[in-house]
């Protein structure tokens, strides 16, 4: 701790006032309508956060804890998400990519280091294909497969038909399993409501993108920003051939943590995450 405390403390940051400080509940409009929302903590180089498959963007309040202390940290709800306007349409990859478009305008010009989880991992590369690197300082990927060569393990073949018949079940089956640390019954039963906000129709396509595996691959070596891959073992094979192909890479590999391994092994991330934004973010 005392190195990421160094490596915070050596980071050259804005002058922050108390008002530019003080947490905030923003909500604005994407290009096609939809009131979407995102909540901005502390001042200084921009770090925004997308969730992943139906979460609330609150499930990174580990990460807004940490680095709200030097950092202007966005943490984005997608549409049909934490607070966000639940529309009919538009659960789909070009649309969320647009989405994560719509929210930087809403932010000051500079680079942003973008962090994707689990279906967040998606929706940033959908970004990154359709807006280029320009405003990437870096990108972060968390624990869902890039399309490298190795197919990701294959679904439940009832998943779907359990969320139709039994979702309320499901839901919580899958929350419950994001972790390998015990969490606490109310946090669970929050997440779990949260996470089905949205129809079930529209939860299901969000696990169905009409996109091959190379889009995704492509995506991602089309740029040259440092890229952070932090993965569970089920993904280690594509982290070492993204270690081994990436023009700029950093991989992790979170061998005792859940999907959700920025709340399981919390600590580790943090500092990993510190590492990769003071010293292989490309900020100008």
Known sequence: ??????????????????????????????????????????????LVFVPGW?????IFAPQIAYFQRHYRVIAFDPRGQGQS????QGYEPERRGRDIADLLTQLPPDRVVLIGWSL??????????????????????????????????????????NLRKERDKTVRGFVNAMYRTPQDAAYLDGVAREAQRMPVEASIKLLSYPRPREFWRQSLYATRRPVFYAVTPRLRAQAEAVAARHAAPMTSIYEDAGHALFVDRA??????????ITKKALWS
């Open 1 to 46: 701790m005392k190195l990421a405390r160094r490596a915070l403390l050596a980071t050259p940051f804005l002058s922050i006032s108390a008002a530019d400080a003080a947490p905030t509940s923003k909500f604005f409009q994407s290009s096609d309508g939809v009131r979407l929302h995102y909540t901005q903590h502390g001042a200084g180089p921009i």
């Open 54 to 58: 139906c979460m609330p963007a609150r």
């Open 85 to 88: 306007a639940i529309p009919a």
């Open 120 to 161: 967040g991992v998606l929706d940033a590369l959908s970004w990154l294909a359709m807006q280029g690197d320009a405003r990437l300082a870096g990108l972060v990927l968390i624990d869902n497969s890039v399309g490298e060569a190795d197919p990701p393990p294959p679904r439940a073949s009832n998943f779907f038909a």
């Open 267 to 276: 600590d580790r991330f943090n500092d990993e995450l510190l590492q990769f």
